[in-house]
């Protein structure tokens, strides 16, 4: 399935933004895109694919991605699924050792504020 680019944004390959993911809809703005805007202080810009060791990582650090939480519409993330994530947490997984694949046209060019290029590379399901 070919995703629709978003038509303003740029991917850290200067490319346009491709969508993350629509099941699970993801997106700070919940458009399937890792956009990033002055009101995400989260810099959500890292299309991720999750992983089970992932998921601890992240829970174990304070932000449980896996349980469902109905009341916000959030289904719980598994393994394989794509979503937006947090540059610096993205960083932060990294240099643990736990990181997650990425999806680099998915990704923001934001997220390069946080990480090199050539580390999310190491990680890329796409390229």
Known sequence: MKQAPSSTQLNVLGQPLQSCSTDPLTGWTRTGCCEVNGDDFGVHAVCAVMTDDFLAFSKAAGNDLSTPRPEHHFPGLRAGD?????????????????????????THLAALEFSTLADLRRFAVDA
Do not use: I, N, T, Y
């Open 82 to 106: 794509s979503w937006c994530l947090c540059a610096p947490r993205w960083q932060e997984a990294f240099e643990a050792g736990m990181a997650p694949k990425v999806r680099l046209a998915a």
